[in-house]
Structure formats: structure tokens, C-alpha cells
């Protein structure tokens, strides 16, 4: 089974509009993290926002917010007022604890969405 | 900072010829990873250190996959007998030890295209 699932392959949004990025995951493990990377086409990873299982408070980081329900193992990432330079692919990733293996805390990632940002 | 550094950005080779990458982690993170990254694709885990030792590997790793980290600095991974399935980006990413909420910081890969 799919630990990420990314539902969306392609979305696109109006320049200053708000979009929401969908993120299921599925694990068993009590405490586990949840990270979102931006990919543009140069190819680098960028970090942007994590969400801790244990997490009261839905994450925020500037224009990117993480909308986490745990109880529907979902983690969607809402950007707002999105920008040209949005545009790219976004990939969502869990790190778990109980199933890292040697403690490698590795993150396993989606398949992504691409967003493109309509001027 | 200076980020995560690898090299070569593109490679290109014939079937059958190894090749080596090299990737150069922040300097303070004494964790590395090794992801490929396929066309359409997430990343996808295949090797880890901490600092100089290999303590994980995925059942991707074939035996022609080689990775090291002499002395816990830079980290080198070699393809042997190098396959057209072989061609993808590979990712390099470190993090410090901070556990659960420590990020992964990536390169910005390696392309490798097999002929």
C-alpha cells in the first residue's frame, strides 16, 4: 500500500488566488511527522513546512499552511496569494519513527503535484 | 551555510561503463542520504550515514550500487555496470540530528542518462 498518496497530478491556480495541495497518508506508527518539499525545475528540494503527529496546532510558515486531520490521516498543504514563482512540482513526505530502520529517520515521498501558477 | 553540495549536474554514459557521484553535505550534518528520483516519480530512498557509517540500505540498492562516506565528510556513490534502468536523478540530501522534525536538505541531484 501506497504510504503517500497524492491524488492530484497537475493543478492549476490564478496568480493571487489560494490553492490547497491534497496529502493522505497511512501508517501506524503513533508518532510520526509529515514534511512538504517544493521541486521546481532546477531540480532541488526545498523544504517548506512540517506537521508533527503530536502537533495541536495546524503548522504555518509564511504563505504555506498545512491543514492536518489526523483522524482522516490527511495533511494538505494551502498556499496563499500564490505567486509566478510557484509554480513547480510539490511533494509530500512522512518520517516515522517506529519504522525507520536503524534510525535513519528517511522520509518516504508522494508521487508529487504539479502546480502552475496562471498570470 | 552553503547547502548541499554534488557533482557532476548531468552525466551522461554507455551502457556497461561505471560512474561515480560525488555530494558534499552541510558541513555541521552528520546524517546523509542517498534518493533517485525517476521520471514522474517521488524520491526514493536508498541508502543512509551517520557520519561515516552505512547504517541503512534499500532493497533498490542492487549489488552494482555502491555508496561510501570516508571519515563522515563527502559521500560518493558508484553504479557499476551501469543499466538504461539506471538512468534518473540522484538526489542528495543531510540533516542534523534533531530527530523527529529535522528536515532533509537536498542537492540539486545528479542526472544520469544511460544510453
Known amino acids: 500500500a501506497q504510504k503517500i498518496t497524492q491524488t492530484q497530478p497537475g493543478m492549476f491556480v490564478q496568480e493571487k488566488e489560494a490553492v490547497t495541495l491534497d496529502c493522505t497518508y497511512d501508517?501506524?506508527?503513533?508518532?510520526?511527522?509529515l514534511f512538504w518539499y517544493k521541486q521546481p525545475s532546477s531540480g532541488e528540494m526545498i523544504f517548506l513546512i512540517y506537521q508533527g503527529s503530536y502537533d495541536q496546532q495546524n503548522a504555518t510558515e509564511g504563505r504555506y499552511s498545512l491543514n492536518f486531520q489526523k483522524a482522516r490521516k490527511s495533511a494538505n498543504l494551502v498556499i496563499s496569494a500564490s505567486q509566478l514563482g510557484d509554480s513547480a512540482m510539490y511533494f509530500c513526505a512522512m518520517r516515522e519513527v517506529a519504522y525507520s530502520g536503524a534510525g535513519s529517520y528517511q522520509l518516504t515521498f508522494g508521487k508529487g503535484t504539479k502546480l502552475s501558477v496562471i498570470p | 551555510d552553503t547547502g548541499v553540495s554534488q557533482d557532476p549536474r548531468h552525466k551522461i554514459t554507455k551502457r556497461g561503463q561505471n560512474v561515480t557521484f560525488r555530494c558534499d553535505p552541510i558541513s555541521e550534518h552528520n546524517r546523509l542520504y542517498w534518493y533517485r528520483q525517476t521520471l514522474g516519480q517521488g524520491p526514493e530512498f536508498l541508502t543512509y550515514?551517520?557520519?561515516?557509517?552505512?547504517?541503512?540500505k534499500s532493497r533498490l540498492l542492487s549489488d552494482r550500487f555502491s555508496a561510501e562516506r570516508p571519515k563522515g565528510s563527502f559521500s560518493t556513490l558508484e553504479i557499476q555496470r551501469t543499466e538504461q534502468g539506471d538512468s534518473a536523478m540522484y538526489l542528495c540530501?543531510?540533516?542534523?540530528?534533531?530527530?523527529?522534525?529535522?528536515?532533509?536538505?537536498f542537492g540539486n541531484g545528479t542526472r544520469l542518462t544511460v544510453t
Open positions: 540530501a543531510s540533516s542534523v540530528d534533531r530527530g523527529l522534525n529535522s528536515p532533509l536538505h
Open positions: 501508517t501506524s506508527d503513533p508518532s510520526y511527522g
Open positions: 550515514f551517520q557520519n561515516e557509517a552505512q547504517l541503512e
